[in-house]
Structure formats: C-alpha cells, structure tokens
C-alpha cells in the first residue's frame, strides 16, 4: 500500500470523554497516516463510537488534544467536517429521493458547483454501472447497492479521510467483497480509510488495526504484527484474548 | 416417525410487486438448533413473522408443534418465544420490570421458571433498576433472550439476535444457545454471519427469498465440487484479480490475510507458482484446503445467477 506514514492524518493525544462519570475514551492516544486503510476495533461499549463522533467534530471531547488533517476539533470544527466523509452504520441515504436526487442533495451541502456535480455524477454513475438506475428511488435498490452509493457519496465531495462505521454489515459475502475492492480503491486514490468492522475477517484487509478494551485502546499494530504479538492464528484470536482479557 | 417441531411446505409472501419469499419449504425437528443463514433482503425475517402469526403466508401452509400458522394462531402464541432483529423491550421500564411484564401477559411468574433463564439473566441483574433503553448492546440482547424464555416456550425465533455484535459476545451468545437447546426447546436462528452456520445441526443457506441449499454444515461443505486452495502472496491486493486470470478458474476471493482459489481442475504448485512468479509475485504460499459455509455460500449464490 502507498501508505505515507511521514504524513500524520490524524493526531489523537490523551483523548478523554466523560459521560458523568462514566469514562467512555480514557487517554486514547494515536496517529493515522495519510492513505492507510485503519481498522478501529473494539467490543460493543468499548467506546468505539464516541470516539468517532469527536473525530468527526460530532462531539466535544472533556479533555485531550485531536487534530484531523491539520484542523482542531476544538476550534476549526467547520473545517473538520469539510474536510472528511461519514458513512454511518444505519443507512443513510434518503429513501423516498432518487439516486441522483441524492447525489445532488449531499454534493450541494458540500458546496460543490453544478458542474462538478453534474461531471462527477456521471462518472461515479458510469463505474458503479447504474446509469440506468438513476431515477430509481433509493427505497426499491437491494441493501449491496445501497451500501455501495452510500460510500460512494461519502466521498463524493473528495475528502482526505472517510470514517466508515461498520458499512458491511449483513451484507451478503460477495458484495462484502466488493465492497473491499472500493475501499482498496479509495485508499490508493489518497483517501485515509477509517473503518469499523465486527467481521474479523476484515480486520486482516486493514493496513493497521486498533482494538479498545473497556475505553482504552489496548493494541495498535499491523494485523501481521499483532498475530505475532498475541501468538494468534488470526485477528478473531486476538480480538478474543483481548476482549475476554478485561 | 420423526417429530418435527416445524413445517413449512410451499409458503410465499410478497409485499405489493416484491416477492419477500417463493416457495420455501423447510422441516425443523424437535430439540434441534435449526439456523436460517443470509443477508438482509433473503426472506429470513418474514419467515419468523409467518411462523410466529404475525403475518399471514400468501400460499402454503406452515405448522409449529402441529398447529397451523393461520388457525391456531392462539396455540402457536402460548408456546412460541421470540426475539425479535429490532430491540422491542419497553425501553421506559427497567430490567426486572420487562422481565416480570413478560412473565404476566403470559400467565407465569419470574420464580416459576427462573432455572430456565438463571444463567442468562445473572449477568444483567445487577443492572435490574436500569431502564432498558439505557442498556448496553450485549446487555439489551440478554434481557430480550430473557423475556423470550421467561414462559418457557418450546419453540425459540431468534431474528438475527447477533447482528452488529462483537465477536466476543457472539461467541457466548451461542455457547447460551448450545444451553437451552440441552433443555429441550427447539430454536431457530438467523444470522448474516456465515460462521455461525457451521454451529447449527441443520442450516437453510438463503439469497433473495429462496433458500439455495439445505443440509447439515458438514454436508453442505462436502457438496462443494471444486478443488479449493489458500494462497498467499508479497502482493495480496492484486492476488485476486491474477488468480482469475489464470486459466481454469473459477473464483478467487479473499479470506482474512489469504486468498480462496477455486478451479476446475487440481492444479500443481508448480504451476500456480510459475504463474504468480512471472507476474512479479514473490513469498507465493499455496496449499489445499476445504472449503467453509462461506466458500459454499458464494459458489451457490453464483449458480443463482
């Protein structure tokens, strides 16, 4: 992978979020590198979700340092936002407009102009191979296809990192793969890949994985890395001497 | 005679122009852990609402402990414990209270079947005062398995009751299965998840409204009808796209940190590593595998198509 890790994307340093007192991210501290492919693993209620959320300029944290492609989550929160693409775990694609209704709709709040839109639409509509679908309301498309335009858009307006939170799920295994290929795609195309997964099988397409215990993150390496680490045949081995660990 | 516990015999459903699902048949015997395997829009949730009287079949008859869908929906309602895919607890009530509701609307009592339920609910009674909707995942999963159980059904639906859990909870969440199902209650599951195929006695693997195969995991593992190998290479990301290209193909999808390579005939190592080599791959790795529920899945999934 062409995976820069002279140039940090992003930069989390002692990142704690109370909720009262309940500690949802207790010192997180990490780098990702422009480019990569980064698995962000951890049990339900390990904390996972919070910390995207401030990553994404979503929610501020109690205290900690967090810079996402040179911008602060504190004070240039605007910026953190114009600068990345979100794709959530439930879909969220408006079900009642049509492909290109969406498109259009999620390009503008970007502020793209009508040209680039109309000029990257086509293409994206050309490689996903549904130009014929392009009046289709999102409602009637199958989960794979939805999954795929969801991305798509995601990244629609060029951002440096797209966070994906846990996009395959109960998607069926081929376009589970497929689904691969574009984030692969994505990653080459200079895009930071931040992503969520259950599927431990993925964890190994990841260029480095992190997983979080109990609101800490207690490995951070590369899937070969961490095999070798935990003596581990494979990733849901170390995800389970980790997890049964707390 | 065998005793089955459920029968579907040519039942179909659609939803306006959409055929939810086409003329599925299936037998489930008693005390068996019976798994509807596929992703979202394969017909597995309107199955469990036919079965559990929720919605009616548009053709085909169906029967639960020999009663059928349609006429003794009352019967099948007394004895049936489902859980629900969407987390339908009331989230305004605590833990002991959705419990103890459950218990109630079924005519029972927490106490009277608590042995059922004990090793379930322990782990989420010290939360018993917490509302339900401030559970966590794992924790909301075991109070709706709990309420499920509470009036001792001999029949459990299970829709997709590991869907977005980690892989940890997943795995006690089946150990609890493999429990109950020592106590003598049928259980059905779905899930997405093609591993947890292979801990079921007998799977319907199914795709857009129609099963593609049913058998035991094992049986289904040995109908795959190519040789299948596990190769590993210095350039994993363009491994697949290669392999496809040599001839004699016939899949070549990645599994965690290899590649499953299907084709028509044995291949020798010699050969397979002479091809890679001279595309500019090095550390080439190649050897015979068998394949799993997954390898089987996709094989039949493209037949399908």
């Given amino acids: ?246 | 005679m065998e005793v089955f516990s459920i029968i579907a015999d040519q039942i179909s459903k659609s939803y306006g122009d959409v055929k939810a699902i086409e003329n599925i048949s299936f037998s489930v015997k008693k005390d068996e852990l019976y798994g509807l395997i596929g992703p979202d829009g394969s017909g597995k949730t309107t199955i469990f609402r036919i079965l559990t009287t929720l919605l009616l079949p548009k053709a085909g008859k169906a029967t639960v402990e020999g009663f059928d869908v349609v006429k003794d929906f009352k019967e099948i309602r007394k004895i049936s414990g489902y859980m629900p895919g969407r987390f339908s607890l009331y989230h305004d009530l605590s833990v002991e209270e959705n419990l103890q509701f459950y218990a109630t609307i079924f005519c029972t009592t927490i106490q009277e079947n608590y042995d059922l339920i004990k090793d379930i609910y322990v782990q989420i009674e010290p939360f018993k005062n917490r509302k339900a909707g401030k559970l966590s995942g794992g924790m909301k999963q075991k109070l709706a398995l709990s309420c499920a159980l509470i009036h001792k059904p001999k029949v459990l639906f299970l829709d997709e009751p590991t869907t977005g859990v980690d892989a940890v909870s997943r795995k006690e969440f089946w150990e609890m299965l493999k429990n109950l199902q020592q106590k003598g209650i049928t259980i059905i599951v779905s899930t997405p998840y093609m591993d947890e195929a292979a801990l079921c006695d007998k799977v319907a693997l199914m795709q857009k409204g129609k099963i593609l195969s049913i058998d035991t995991p094992e049986k289904i593992v040995q109908q795959y009808e190519y040789p299948l190998y596990q190769v590993t290479s210095d350039n994993m990301y363009e491994l697949p796209g290669i392999l496809n290209n040599f001839s004699g193909s016939i899949s070549a999808h990645r599994f965690g940190d290899s590649i499953h390579f299907a084709t028509r005939q044995e291949i020798k190592h010699d050969d397979i590593h002479e091809f890679l080599a001279d595309k500019g791959h090095q550390q080439i790795e190649f050897k015979k595998i068998t394949p799993d529920i997954e390898d089987c899945f996709m094989a039949l999934m493209k037949n399908e198509n």
């Fill in chain 1, 1 to 246: 992978m062409k995976t820069n890790s002279e140039n940090i994307i992003i930069k989390v340093q002692d990142l704690v979020k109370k909720f009262g007192d309940f500690v949802a991210n207790d010192h997180l501290t990490f780098d990702v590198y422009e480019g990569e492919i980064f698995g962000f693993l951890g049990a339900n209620g390990a904390g996972k979700t919070t910390a995207i959320r401030i990553l994404c300029g979503l929610s501020a944290p109690t205290s900690g340092d967090v810079e996402i492609a040179g911008y602060n989550v504190y004070k240039q929160t605007e910026k953190v936002k114009k600068n990345i693409g979100y794709m959530s775990q439930k879909f969220s694609l408006y079900e009642n407009l049509t492909i290109k209704e969406n498109i259009r709709f999620f390009a503008g709040i970007y502020g793209l102009s009508g040209k680039v839109i109309k000029d990257r639409m086509n293409e994206l509509l050309k490689s996903l191979q549904i130009t014929h679908l392009k009046d289709t309301l999102i409602s009637s498309l199958p989960l794979g296809w939805k999954q795929k335009l969801a991305f798509s858009i995601a990244i629609f307006h060029k951002p440096k990192i797209v966070f994906l939170d846990e996009p395959t799920g109960g998607v069926d295994p081929i376009t589970r793969r497929q689904f691969w290929d574009m984030i692969y795609e994505t990653a080459r195309s200079g895009i930071t890949v931040f992503v969520t997964t259950h599927y431990m099988d993925e964890a190994e397409y990841c260029d480095r994985v992190s997983i979080m215990v109990d609101g800490r993150i207690d490995a951070l390496d590369t899937p070969a890395e961490l095999k070798k680490i935990f003596n581990a045949k494979n990733m849901d081995e170390v995800f389970l001497k980790l997890a049964r660990s707390s």
